[in-house]
């Protein structure tokens, strides 16, 4: 028996042998004659495309279809699809236009992209009706980018014989509904995206076929001004309000303070190790704009004393640049968003989500990018900002979503870009931290906090600065997942030990005087959040619930406002919950 990755991760349209997944899909295609509609959810890095252009080839070779037309979302895949059908005797036309109106006789068909489409829909209508068709829809959550849009690919491709949609993140941050796709009701009577053929990361990782990924979670103090001239302060992943989360997750952004200096100087860390095992490894920065994306290059060039590849959306030349870089050996590309979806470059092993998208579409977009098996044992690392969201997408990672359209709240399924889902949001944001042009940095302080693998978390009991945080970045570059796991429990074991060494080894205090409140205050609180997130964890319940709970039968107000007695007092309900 082979195993389910056999054979190695090939070029995409390459592999002689198909995974046990696209074999399955395949015979849950061909299972019902004549099909006209099929949809697939693999995770990203799966190999999506293979399995597309197989079936285009055995649907050309029974004389099924005449043309194949390929659809997707940027033009740089456009040039990646037609290289991949090459590779099995399908002649793609990447270069296609709209006052074409017909492609060339020596090819089988075009690659466009959605924007194309929604430009001028009848000429791809044209298209479709000229011949017997397979369209190749991939990514089709982004046929409901815009109303135009949908309505433009289903007059486009309504003709068509055979419609394949593919997709790595098949829901959407709205209701718009996705093309051809059919909805059925669930339960509670919700029209719910229906899919023919899933497979997830889950299943994915187990069968060797994508990378584990470990989420490198960064905390510390920031500190900001507001128009009034007020300052203020706060800690990443501490019990704060939202808005109050959002500007300091904006201020650990800036690159002028020293929270991304910080980051990714561990991130580079990071993928040194890795390169002694796999010495192609490279690292992707993803910016919130251009600004801070050349920013950040230039803080990496002073890390590394090498100019990382700089990926611009109005650079003419983005595309040249993504292939150099993927055939090359350099250490580090930057990108704004052009990045985030659907490009192909295996040899990603180490990220920094340095951008304020928070919807879960965007970051499992992201993740994917990382997720790119070639061989076994090759793990990913991605370094990210401890705001809760962010926490709660990454231990969220093998959930399977499907696209609803009766929702009635963003909020139901997680699927809007709230930053806190905390019982503790009935203060309101001060005017000025929700007025434009607000705001001003001041600085920003970076610390290890933790580690999440697998839903699980690792490594709070780190000295942040000490050969413990260390061990966490040091992880060997190639590990199976149960050793991952395996080495994660061994190094958060001896750390729990060195913690109460240092306990024990600590002199009493002999002065009289009492500790400043502010740092009585901050230590219960966040000794309060560390066991709030280990009973969660035990539990399956939410933070904010958790918290909630403790306010009811503790009594007080919200973590913030809360004085060291009523903090302590829910501090010692926790842990006899979390003992017991």
Known sequence: MLSPSFPQRAPWGTADRLRAWQREALEEYFRIPDRRDFLVAATPGAGKT?????????????NEIDRVIVVAPTEHLKTQWADAAARVHIRLDPRFRNSHWAPSRQYHGVVVTYAQVAAKSSVHRHLTEGARTLVILDEVHHGGDALSWGDAIRDAYGPAKRRLLLSGTPFRSDTAPIPFVEYLPDESGARVSSTDYAYGYGRALQDGVVRPVLFHMYAGKMRWRTSAGDELEAHLGQDNTKDVTSQAWRTALDPEGEWMPAVLSAAERRLTEIRHHVPDAGGLVLATDQTVARAYAKILHSLTGQRPTVVLSDDATASERIEKFSASNDRWMVAVRMVSEGVDVPRLAVGVYATSSSTPLFFAQAIGRFVRARRRGEAASVFVPNVPVLMKLANELE?????????QSKDDDGLDDSLLESANREEEASDALTQ???????SSLAHFDRVVFDGKEFGQLAEPGTPEEEEFIGLPGLLE???????LM???????RLR???????????????????????????????????????????????????????GGPAVAQATVTQLQSRIDLLRRRVRS
């Open 436 to 442: 434009e042009f607000s705001y001003q940095a001041i």
């Open 500 to 554: 109460e060494a240092r306990e024990a080894a600590t002199p009493a205090q002999t002065t009289t005087l009492p500790e400043p409140l502010h740092r009585t205050l901050r230590e219960q609180r966040q000794l309060l959040n560390s066991l709030v997130g280990l009973y969660a964890r035990q539990t399956g319940e939410q933070h904010g619930a958790v918290h909630a709970e403790l306010r009811r039968l503790c």
């Open 481 to 487: 997942p149960e050793h991952v796991h395996e080495l």
């Open 50 to 62: 293979t399995f597309a252009l197989t079936l285009a080839v055995e649907l050309l070779r029974t």
């Open 490 to 496: 061994q190094r958060q074991s001896r750390q729990s």
């Open 399 to 407: 959930k399977q979503r499907d696209h609803a359209l009766d929702r």
